[in-house]
C-alpha cells in the first residue's frame, strides 16, 4: 500500500518533470507568462474605462498590417509582420476615436464598423497572398488563431523588454492613470490631461495586443486581456490590488493553458491559454468572498431571513400595540398615543395644556401694551 501511494505523486509529477526539463514548453510558457502579466495589467483600465472592445477591435484590426507588411517586405520575420501589425492596429484605433468624436456615432459603434472592415481586408489579402509564391511558407494565418509554439527566445526576451517598459510607465503615472479610469472631469479640473493618460492608455492596449497575437491569435487576444481583469475584479476593491492580482491571473493562465496543450496532443496553445484565464474568471465570479455570486445569494438569503423575522415580530405585536392604543385617554393626538403605547406617562388632556399655555399669550400681550 505504500509502495502504490508512493508511486502515484511520481506518476503525477512525471510529465510535468519532462515538461520543466523540455528548452521549448520553457520558452513559450515563459513568453506566454510575460504575455498574460502584461494583458492583465493594462486589462484592468481597459475594463474600468469601459473600453474592453478596443482590445478586441485591435487585434482583428492587425490582420491587414501583417499581411501587407509581408507583401510589401517580402519578409516573414516575426518582428517584421508584427511591426505591420502595429501600424494597421494604430490606423484602426485613430480611425475608431475620430469617427466617434466628430460624428453621433457611439464608441462602440464606431468600434464595430471599424474591426469589420479592418477585418474583412485581412482575410481578402490573406486569400490574395496565398496565390503568390512562397507565401504559404510565411506562416501569415497563425497571427488569426495563434501558434505559440512559433515563439524564439528573441521574441521572449523583446516580450520581457516591453513588458519592463510598460510596468515602469505604469507605476509612474499610475495615478494618472487611475484618475483617468475613473473620473476624467476631475483629471481635467486637477489640471491632469486625461486625454493624454486616456491616449496612453489606448496605446499601451495596442502594444500588449500586437505583442499577444502570435501567441493567443487575432481573434482571442482580447479574452486575455478582459478575463484576468474580470477575475481581479472581484477579489479586491483597490486598483493597486486589481492589477497585481490580474498580472498574477494573468501569467498563470499563460503557464497552465501551455502546460495543457504540451500534455494533451491536438490543443493548440493559444486556446488552451484563453480557457485557462475563463476558467479562472469563471471560478471568480462564483466564489470570491465580497462580489462573487455565491456570496451574494448567501446574503441575499440571511437578509430575507432578516426581514421575515421583523415581519413576524411586528405581526405579533401589533394586536397589543392596537389595544393599548384603544385604551388611551380621549383627545390624545396619534403621535401622543404612540409614546403612550410605549409605556411612558400619558399625555395631558386638550383642555389642560390649552389652559396652561393661556397665561404664557397673556404675558405677552402684557408685555406689548407695556411697551
Sequence with gaps: MTAALGFMPRLATGPLIAL?????????????ALIGLMSGVVG???????????????????LPGVVTAYLVTGSRDTAVLLAGAAVSSVLAAAATVLISRRTRIKFESALAVAMSVFFGLGLALISCAQHLPGASKAGLSRFIYGEASSMLMRDVLAAAVLVLVLTAFVCVFFRHFKLAAFDPEYAASAGLRSGAAGGALTAMTVAVTILGIQAVGAVLMSALLIAPAVAARQWTRSLAGMTALAAVFGAVSGVAGTAYSSLRDG????????????????VSLLAAPGRGI????????RLRRRVLAATEINSDTRPQIAEAAEKAPPGVSSAERDIHT??????????????????????????????
Excluded at 520543466?20 to 506566454?32: E, H, I, K, N, P
Excluded at 484592468?44 to 492587425?62: K, Q, T
Aim: hydrophobic letters at 45%; one cysteine or more; glycine letters at 14%.
Design 267 to 282: 490543443v493548440p496553445t493559444g486556446p488552451a491559454i484563453v480557457v485557462a484565464a475563463s476558467v479562472i474568471a469563471g
Design 44 to 62: 484592468c483600465f481597459s475594463v474600468l474605462r469601459r473600453e474592453a472592445l478596443l482590445a478586441d477591435g485591435a487585434s482583428h484590426a492587425a
Design 342 to 371: 410605549d409605556g411612558s406617562a400619558a399625555p395631558q388632556e386638550a383642555g389642560e395644556d390649552a389652559g396652561t399655555s393661556a397665561p404664557e399669550d397673556g404675558g405677552g400681550e402684557d408685555n406689548a401694551g407695556g411697551a
Design 294 to 301: 455565491a456570496a451574494k445569494l448567501v446574503r441575499r438569503r
Design 20 to 32: 520543466m526539463s523540455d528548452y521549448t514548453f520553457r520558452t513559450v510558457a515563459l513568453g506566454a
